[in-house]
């Protein structure tokens, strides 16, 4: 049984490590932009959107779709900067088990 408390030791830790790594991944602000910098979004790790940033220019008459456009994109740059930060996260965290997790698990 000795075999067994040891496994169950190093899950406990590794679950206490990962609650951690999600706490320290929520508090993460990452900045997302498009149209070089014209449009700048601001995304926790947790994915709510904090802040977007417009550049005066893109206020002029005609340029509703293409100002709808930017923000969406800033908005998925910011979230594949969240998922790669949460990706390397996990790395540090897991170890040499982070490669051993099914494709597309998030904790």
């Known amino acids: 049984m000795k075999d067994l408390n040891a496994i169950m030791k190093q ?3 590794m679950q206490a490590k990962l609650q951690e ?8 602000v990452v ?4 149209g070089s910098g014209l449009v700048t979004v601001a995304l ?6 904090r802040a977007v940033n ?5 206020m ?3 340029e509703q779709e293409m100002l709808g456009d930017l923000v969406v994109a800033a908005h998925a740059d910011a979230k ?4 790669e930060q949460q990706q390397a996260l996990m790395r540090d965290t897991m170890g040499p088990l982070a490669g051993a997790l ?3 698990l998030k904790f």
């Open 11 to 13: 899950a406990q830790a």
């Open 21 to 28: 790594a999600q706490a320290r991944l929520a508090q993460t």
């Open 31 to 34: 900045e997302g932009s498009a």
């Open 44 to 49: 926790t790790g947790g994915g709510e959107l």
């Open 54 to 58: 417009i550049d005066a220019s893109l």
């Open 60 to 62: 002029e008459p005609g």
């Open 80 to 83: 594949r900067r969240i998922d």
């Open 102 to 104: 099914p494709p597309g």
